[in-house]
C-alpha cells in the first residue's frame, strides 16, 4: 500500500477524507443560511462537485498508471449509482462515458449528452425494440444470454450497426458478504454461468460464428466483495479470450469491459480501497489485461459517486420511548431504502449538526435515529452513540451519493427530496446549483394516478339487482 510514491497520483488517505468532511461542514452550515433546509423544507440531498470530480480524475488517473500509451480505456459509470442527468453531465465533463441498463437510464445518459461511442448497455432483460436502438444508434451492447443472441443475430442479418458487441459470461467465482449484490455466485441471474456444462465451449463457438462479436464482458465485483476476487473475475474473463483468439487464429475479442463494483468504506470519511490500489492489484495479477492488445471498458458506480452525497434532515420531534432517546427525522426509508430494510448488511454513519447546521458537540448518547414513515422500522440507526439529537437540530445520512437519495422510494407518498451540487463560491463561501427540484404535492398526485380519479367508479360492473 505504498500510493504515497506519486505514481498512482492521490491514494485516497493523505488527509483527502479530512478535507471532505471539512467540505461537507461547511455545505450543511450554508445550506440552513442559504434557506435550502428549514422548517418547510425539512430534507435535502447534497452533492460535493469537487470530491467528484477527485474521483473521476482519480479512476482516470489509476489506469492511465497502468495501461500501456495509446490503450483505448473508456470509463462508462453505472448510471443505476446515481441516475441524475446533471451527475451524467458532471462525469461527461470529467472524461467518464455511461454504462445503462434500462431504457430510462439510456435516455437520461442521452439528455446529458453522452455520446453513443461512450455508452454500454447491459441489462439482463432487453428486449427487440431495445436492442434495435442500441443498434442502431451504435452503443455497445453486452449479450447477457444465448437467447439474447439469437435476437441480435436476427439485428445484424437485416441492417448494419457500429455497435461494438459482446457476450456477458459470470465466471463464478462466488460471492461476498452481502447476497443481494453478489452477482457472480453459481446461480447469479447474470451472463453465461461459464462453469456449467457445455457454457465454455458454447461461448468459444459463439465467437467462431460470429465475427462481429469482438467483446467480452464480466461484472463480478460490488459492495462486500473482496478486491482478491474481483481480480480472480477479471483474470478468469482475460484468459477466456486469450482462449477464444488463440483458438480462432485472430485477435477477435479486441476489448475486455471489466464491470464495476469496486467496495465503498461506509465506516469512515477516508476512500479505501482506492482505484490506484485496484488497478495495481488487477496489473500484478493480470498484466496481459494492460500490454495494449485490448482496449478496455470500466463500469464503477458506487464508488464514483457514494462519499460524494449527504442526506441531511431536521428533527422534527425528539422523544423517548422505553428509556431510549429517539430523534424522529424526515429521513428514512424514503431515501435510505437498503438501509432501513437491512440495515446489517448497509450501516450508515449519521453526522449530528445544530439547528445552524454547525457540527454537534456533545457527549454520546446512545440513541435512535428513525425516518418519517409510518411503521416501526424506519430507522436511519438504531441504538447509535451521537451528540444528543434535540428538535430543530439536523441529522446528515453520509456517503449516501450512490443508491440513496436519488432512488426514491414513494413510501407514505413521501416527496423526493431536492438535490443540490454544491462548491466553493470563490468568496470563501459555498454555492449551490439544483440538480433536482424537491417534487411538488400536484407531481405526486399526478403521478398517483391524479389524471384517472373517476376510472374505476366509472367502469361498467356486472348488474348484481
Ligand atoms: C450495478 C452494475 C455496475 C456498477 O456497480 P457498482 O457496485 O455500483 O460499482 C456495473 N456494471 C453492471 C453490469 C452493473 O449491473
Given amino acids: 500500500m505504498d500510493g504515497r510514491d506519486g505514481r498512482d ?25 442559504q434557506g435550502l433546509l428549514g422548517p418547510g423544507t425539512p430534507i435535502v440531498g447534497l452533492l460535493d462537485i469537487t470530491g467528484i470530480r477527485e474521483a473521476a480524475a482519480e479512476l482516470r488517473a489509476a489506469f492511465d498508471a497502468v495501461t500501456a500509451p495509446g490503450t483505448p480505456v473508456l470509463h462508462a459509470f453505472a448510471v443505476k449509482a446515481t441516475p441524475l442527468v446533471p451527475v451524467l ?51 455497445a451492447v453486452n449479450a447477457d444470454n444465448p437467447q439474447e443472441l439469437d435476437r441480435i443475430d436476427a439485428l445484424m442479418r437485416s441492417a448494419t450497426s457500429r455497435s461494438p458487441l459482446g457476450i456477458r459470461v459470470n465466471p463464478q467465482v462466488g460471492g461476498g458478504s452481502i447476497e443481494a449484490t453478489s452477482t457472480a455466485t453459481a446461480t447469479s441471474k447474470f451472463g453465461v454461468a461459464l462453469r456449467d456444462e ?17 467483446r467480452l464482458h464480466a461484472h463480478t465485483g460490488s459492495q462486500g466483495i473482496p478486491l482478491s476476487l474481483m481480480v480472480q473475475g477479471v483474470a478468469e474473463t482475460y484468459a477466456l479470450a486469450e482462449e477464444i483468439n488463440r483458438r480462432l487464429g485472430r485477435p477477435q475479442i479486441d476489448t475486455l469491459d471489466i464491470g464495476g463494483g469496486l467496495p465503498v468504506n461506509f465506516g469512515s470519511d ?17 498484466p496481459g489485461l494492460f500490454d495494449g492488445r485490448y482496449g478496455l471498458v470500466t463500469e464503477f458506480g458506487r464508488s464514483l459517486l457514494a462519499k460524494h452525497g449527504t442526506v441531511v434532515a431536521r428533527v422534527e420531534y425528539a422523544k423517548s420511548a422505553g428509556g431510549r432517546p429517539v430523534a424522529i427525522t424526515h429521513a428514512g426509508v424514503q431515501v435510505a431504502t437498503r438501509t432501513v430494510y437491512a440495515p446489517g ?15 454537534k458537540e456533545g457527549p454520546a448518547v446512545v440513541q435512535d435515529v428513525a425516518g418519517p414513515a409510518c411503521f416501526s422500522g424506519d430507522l ?11 428538535q430543530g437540530d439536523h441529522a446528515a445520512a453520509l456517503d449516501t451519493g450512490a443508491y440513496y437519495f436519488a432512488h ?58
Avoid: C, M
Fill in 408 to 465: 426514491h422510494y414513494a413510501y407514505n407518498s413521501l416527496a423526493r427530496p431536492g438535490i443540490y451540487g454544491f462548491a466553493p463560491d470563490g468568496a470563501g463561501g459555498i454555492a449551490f446549483a439544483t440538480v433536482r427540484e424537491p417534487q411538488s404535492l400536484d407531481e405526486i398526485v399526478a403521478e398517483s394516478g391524479g389524471a384517472h380519479t373517476d376510472s374505476l367508479t366509472t367502469l361498467r360492473a356486472p348488474d348484481h339487482r
Fill in 9 to 33: 497520483g492521490r491514494d485516497g488517505r493523505d488527509g483527502d477524507g479530512t478535507e471532505r468532511s471539512a467540505r461537507r461542514d461547511d455545505a450543511v452550515r450554508a445550506a440552513v443560511e
Fill in 89 to 139: 453531465r458532471l462525469l461527461h465533463t470529467e472524461g467518464i462515458g455511461a454504462e445503462v441498463a434500462s431504457p430510462g437510464e439510456l435516455a437520461l445518459a442521452r439528455a446529458a449528452g453522452v455520446p453513443p461511442n461512450r455508452t454500454v448497455l447491459d441489462s439482463p432483460a432487453k428486449t427487440p425494440a431495445e436492442l434495435r436502438e442500441a443498434l442502431a444508434l451504435g452503443i
Fill in 270 to 286: 477516508d476512500t479505501t480501497p482506492t482505484y490506484a490500489q485496484y488497478a495495481r492489484l488487477l496489473s500484478e495479477a493480470v
Fill in 345 to 359: 448488511a448497509w450501516p450508515l454513519r449519521i453526522a449530528a449538526y445544530d439547528g445552524k447546521g454547525r457540527p
Fill in 198 to 214: 457445455g457454457a465454455h465451449e458454447w461461448v468459444v463457438r459463439a465467437y467462431a460464428d460470429r465475427p462481429w462479436l469482438t
Fill in 380 to 390: 436511519l440507526a438504531e441504538g447509535r452513540a451521537l451528540p444528543l439529537l434535540e
